[in-house]
């Protein structure tokens, strides 16, 4: 990862939180991932439209494992198992994240730039609350601290910083699912079915929407 | 006749030489070839075939980064656009100006069928106004023709390419006759949601036209329409009317359709064409300039191979540049041919644009419905206040109208993404409650305007530049005027007030005009470069795009036109395509070429 930009944002956020000062970047010698090489090509102007894609093969995944369990746990953490669909970890989401912060592309690139210090940041949130990394505390200890930043409007100014990474991590999550054929199950999207007349809505919708 | 090589190219004789293969290319590659001219097609862009090439049913899901749109793929993944974009890599143009207000973006496809095969599908008729503007609010210019002189081509595009639409008849909104359009769409809640309260300000909502066969074409009547007395085009046409499907309310037509349900190049004008035995196509062919021989009339054209890089030279009786409104002015501005009014270049258009979306809370936790549909335009809001414009109410000089749309579509990266505005930010359990609460209760209202010609906007050769065949590059200046801009004010306010009544909420305020207004180039249909007009010096052809300079030299894409009324282009283009091909023809036939 890029380091001078992970040391930028642990500062600004040391700025604000005289507690943070004393963390150093790579203390435990696991680098988050390798970096996104030089130069990486990406799918080009003419991509085969029609054969099946997956993460890693128009570019090489960058996510260490260490960092991967963390993904999967804030994945986790922003869409749980409950009655309609699983986990996001479940349906290949941290492969997504780490397709997404792996693309050589400039969008993509710069939120490489947010989620990498993000998950460094929240592991050493995990350390100093509770001894732990974040992926190996309890759903309880992880919810604590998602309490403090789920909210960019609403955090406390030394969780300002995190609270934009959560949103910006909060969004790659939910599009990751809910492109999968269980999140699409989950919110509800029935159509890409071949059709031979199409009815527009039903009576209930109308009724619903006080056009009927 | 088929796909050919370059040097197969150069040694054949043809009547015509087609420069493009996009609405106005094939237009007229297909009048010519059905009524028996032999034709040379050249495009710049690689061959493609939607029949094989298209991701019809791939989700989301399936594509590298969900789908999202990347400089490599700017419309998404799926879209059906290849080596295209606001930048081709080796191929590029400047801006006169440094500050983004007064850039133009620039985009180009390089593939057989050209934009064409990814464009929204929205085909609407300018209206009897749009063809005197200067005539009716002193602005602009007038063209060199009546709505009556192009309603009959209208009609014959209508029915050749297959477009929806109703039979309202409203100001300027001209309707079909009965027996061309195809049924509309039955319209969605959002769509009849907008329609009752958009009324209560006075804002009409009425079915869309667009290029997607509802049903499909009705082979037995519509060849006899369309090509009267010649026997041979009607079987051809029959039988390839017969290979479209309809729609299956499924797959955005962005992506092309393999199985010919909407308009595309590739999959309505150059199959029968090439039925015809008549058309001859190189692909890969980055035409650089028109030979002028000694008379003063067109030889044919200079052109590379892309894949070589060799110069080769096709020769025609006819040569006919639709390259695309600007590529067609590079074109002519580099062979120093058909300027001697020196309007070449000048008065460039594109469409006002500006949007404004929201929430409805009406929408929410709707029951589970497939609202696919024909992907977008089930509805629309044509302009709507032509009096009080011209009673000078407005502050501004031209319409826009309203693409608007909502639904439960396929999910993307924008699904359940930046919620926090409606709900806080949160997670868990309570993330995926909202999620479903509230996918499908968006909605959003885009405007289309119509920009006025003016002095400031024009394309000319850059002094330095030249792309990776070593042509000159083109170097564009552009400002939008007061008009546009206090357009686009209107599109945002109007587009708040609209949300207010349907009880939704937006997640910023109406902007300023300047704000906006999108950048020239963007909604990307541009036109003009070449205007036509009844004055050989002030116009660069006559209302059949014909050059006054080089009679055996015409045009038949967006750059004659003399405005460019809020309705898209595309329809028009190949309009005025389908009459230029005939006059062509009439010429040929009178040996005049």
């Avoid at chain 1, 939180?17 to 390798?34: E, H, I, K, M």
């Avoid at chain 1, 080009?44 to 439209?49: I, S, V």
């Avoid at chain 2, 809640?189 to 074409?217: C, E, M, N, W």
């Avoid at chain 2, 070449?344 to 696919?372: C, R």
Wanted: aromatic share 8%; proline share 6%.
């Amino acid at each position: 990862m890029d380091r001078r930009t992970t040391i930028k944002w642990m500062f600004a956020a040391a700025a604000s939180v005289p507690q943070l000062q004393g963390l150093s970047y790579g203390a435990t010698g696991d680098p988050l991932a390798r970096e996104v090489a030089a130069g990486q090509a990406g799918y080009g102007t003419d991509p085969d439209l029609v054969k099946v894609w997956k993460p890693g093969g128009p570019w090489p995944l960058t996510l260490s494992e260490p960092a991967r369990r963390t993904v999967a746990a804030l994945c986790d953490l922003i869409i749980p198992a409950d009655d309609a669909s699983p986990a996001a970890s479940a349906v290949g989401v941290v492969e997504f994240i780490d397709e997404w912060i792996s693309a050589p592309y400039p969008n993509q690139r710069a939120d490489r730039t947010i989620v990498l210090p993000g998950l460094e940041w929240i592991d050493a949130e995990s350390q100093k609350r509770f001894k732990k990394k974040f992926a190996d505390i309890s759903a309880a200890q992880r919810a604590k601290i998602a309490d403090d930043i789920c909210s960019p409007a609403n955090a406390r100014p030394e969780f300002a910083t995190a609270a934009k990474f959560f949103s910006k991590f909060r969004d790659l999550t939910a599009g990751g699912f809910y492109t999968t054929p269980v999140g699409m199950k989950d919110i509800g999207y029935t159509g890409n079915v071949s059709l031979s007349k199409f009815d527009g809505p039903p009576l209930e919708a109308l009724k619903k929407a006080g056009l009927a | 006749m088929a796909f050919i090589d370059a040097n197969t190219a150069d040694k054949n004789a043809y009547d015509v030489i087609v420069v493009g293969s996009g609405a106005g290319g094939g237009q007229t590659a297909y009048t010519l070839t059905m009524d028996g001219a032999k034709v040379l097609m050249l495009e710049a862009g690689r061959k493609y075939d939607p029949a094989i090439e298209t991701p019809m049913m791939q989700t989301s899901g399936e594509a590298p980064l969900r789908g999202t749109g990347t400089p490599e793929k700017p419309f998404g993944f799926w879209d059906a656009t290849i080596d295209g974009g606001w930048q081709v890599p080796g191929e590029p143009y400047t801006s006169a100006s440094s500050d983004p207000a007064r850039q133009f973006q620039w985009w180009r496809a390089r593939m057989l069928g050209g934009r064409t095969n990814h464009w929204g599908r929205i085909s609407l008729r300018n209206g009897s106004y749009d063809f005197k503007p200067k005539t009716r609010d002193g602005l602009g210019f007038d063209w060199p023709m009546d709505y009556a002189d192009l309603a009959p081509y209208y009609d014959k595009v209508e029915m050749l390419i297959g477009v929806y639409g109703g039979d309202e008849d409203l100001e300027n909104t001209p309707r079909s006759p009965k027996g061309v359009l195809l049924p509309p769409p039955a319209p969605l809640v959002s769509d009849l949601l907008f329609k009752k309260h958009a009324a209560k300000l006075g804002v009409p909502a009425i079915a869309g036209h667009r290029a997607v066969l509802t049903t499909r074409l009705d082979h037995a009547r519509l060849p006899k329409l369309l090509h009267p007395g010649n026997a041979k085009a009607q079987a051809i046409l029959a039988a390839d009317m017969q290979k479209r499907s309809a729609c299956i309310f499924a797959t955005p037509c962005g992506r092309g359709c393999s199985i010919r349900a909407n308009y595309q190049s590739t999959t309505v004008h150059l199959p029968p064409a090439m039925d015809t035995g008549n058309l001859d196509i190189v692909t890969d062919a980055m035409v650089r300039s028109v030979i002028r021989r000694n008379d003063g009339k067109a030889e044919g054209v200079v052109y590379i191979d892309r894949k070589t890089g060799n110069e080769h030279r096709a020769k025609a009786r006819v040569v006919v540049l639709a390259a695309s409104a600007l590529e067609t002015v590079r074109i002519l501005l580099n062979s120093e041919v058909a300027n001697s009014s020196g309007k070449v270049g000048k008065y460039i258009m594109d469409t006002v644009g500006a949007s404004l979306g929201g929430q409805v809370p009406l929408l929410e936790n709707m029951p589970l419905q497939d609202e696919d549909g024909v992907d977008g335009l089930h509805l629309y809001t044509p302009w709507w206040l032509y009096q009080e414009q011209l009673a000078g109410k407005l502050g501004f000089a031209r319409g826009y109208h309203i693409e608007f749309g909502g639904g439960r579509k396929m999910p993307g990266m924008g699904t359940a993404a930046g919620m926090e505005w409606l709900n806080g930010g949160n997670y868990g359990r309570k993330f995926k409650e909202d999620a479903r609460r509230y996918y499908g209760s968006f909605f959003y209202m885009a405007g289309r305007g119509e920009m006025i010609p003016n002095d400031d906007c024009y394309a000319e050769l850059d002094p330095t530049v030249k792309d990776r065949f070593g042509i000159p590059v083109l170097r564009f200046h552009w400002k939008w005027s007061a008009h546009e801009i206090g357009q686009a004010a209107h599109m945002e306010k109007t587009f708040a007030e609209i949300l207010d009544a349907m009880g939704g909420r937006y997640s910023r305020k109406p902007q300023s005009g300047e704000k906006a207004i999108k950048q020239g180039g963007v909604i990307i249909h541009e036109v003009g470069g070449a205007m036509m007009g009844n004055d050989p010096k002030k116009s660069v052809t006559n209302s059949f795009g014909q050059c006054w300079d080089m009679k055996n030299l015409f045009i038949t894409d967006g750059a004659t036109l003399c405005s460019n009324a809020d309705k898209n282009p595309t329809l028009t283009i190949m309009a005025l395509a389908w009459r230029a091909s005939d006059e062509m023809l009439r010429q040929l036939k009178r040996k005049e070429l």
